[in-house]
Nanobody
Framework: QVQLVESGGGWVQAGGSLRLSCATS????????MGWFRQAPGKQRELVAV???????NYVDSVKGRFVISRDNAKNTVYLQMNSLKPEDTAVYYC????????????????WGQGTQVTVSS
């Protein structure tokens, strides 16, 4: 059974930093492309950061230069370091494995984890 457990969210003032973690089980983590998604109130879930099995990364324009995705295959965990946070980064953040290719990724597993809430105040 696949499990995705996100943690590390919280409340932070604009300009602050948070580091999110996503511990996975039930998958062959090392071969999976992984992504961080976020869903703000009233908005659709969006993919914000990708790390492929080989370690290359990609980001949505709104977080480029501020967020860094990384992975630890020994711990089956993917991370999201978020710096220079803005109020518009407020959302519930989720991780998932990815199917497809760059520009056409879709989440691989259901159900999603519980997510972790990030709130950025101005």
């Amino acid at each position: 059974q696949v499990q995705l457990v996100e943690s590390g969210g919280g409340w932070v003032q604009a300009g602050g930093s948070l580091r999110l973690s996503c511990a996975t089980s039930g998958i062959i983590f090392s071969i999976q492309d992984m992504g961080w998604f976020r869903q703000a109130p009233g908005k659709q879930r969006e993919l914000v950061a990708v790390i492929v099995s080989g370690g290359s990364t990609n980001y949505v324009d709104s977080v480029k230069g501020r967020f860094v995705i990384s992975r630890d295959n020994a711990k089956n965990t993917v991370y999201l370091q978020m710096n220079s946070l803005k109020p518009e980064d407020t959302a519930v953040y989720y991780c998932n494995a990815l199917a497809g290719t760059e520009g056409d990724y879709v989440p691989l597993f259901e159900p999603w984890g519980q997510g972790t809430q990030v709130t950025v105040s101005s």
